[in-house]
């Protein structure tokens, strides 16, 4: 898979979000509801706590520090629900193959939307 990087095996994204640091980055591997793969930044925007140590709830991030949820698509999600435009933690372009998550574009984030 050209320009495509193997972060982890799937199964360790499975439980929980996985932390791993690829080229002095850290990123937060963790699985969608639909068994997708998702890589996120491994810090909140809030108050960079690391996402990797919250944990996976009705299909968000949720961040340790204020349980801040960011949803799929890496946006912040309210307390009512609503994802916010304005506050995304850097999300990249992930896939699953032959057992294990692959991330490319590290040094690019993708854009939340």
Not at 4 to 23: G, I, K, N
Not at 32 to 39: H, I, K, L, S
Not at 67 to 90: K, N, R, T
């Amino acid at each position: 898979m050209d320009g495509w990087v193997r972060l982890c095996e799937t199964q360790a994204a499975r439980a929980a979000p996985h932390r791993v640091v690829l080229d002095g980055t850290g990123l937060v591997a963790w699985l969608a509801t639909d068994g997708t793969p998702r890589v996120f930044i491994d810090r909140c925007p809030h108050r960079d706590a690391r996402l990797s140590a919250g944990y996976i709830e009705e299909g968000r991030l949720i961040c340790p520090f204020h349980l801040w949820a960011f949803d799929e698509s890496g946006h912040y999600v309210g307390p009512d629900g609503v994802a916010d435009p304005q506050c995304a933690v850097a999300r990249f372009p992930a896939r699953a193959r032959d057992g294990a998550i692959w991330v490319r574009d590290v040094l690019a984030p993708a854009t939340s939307g």
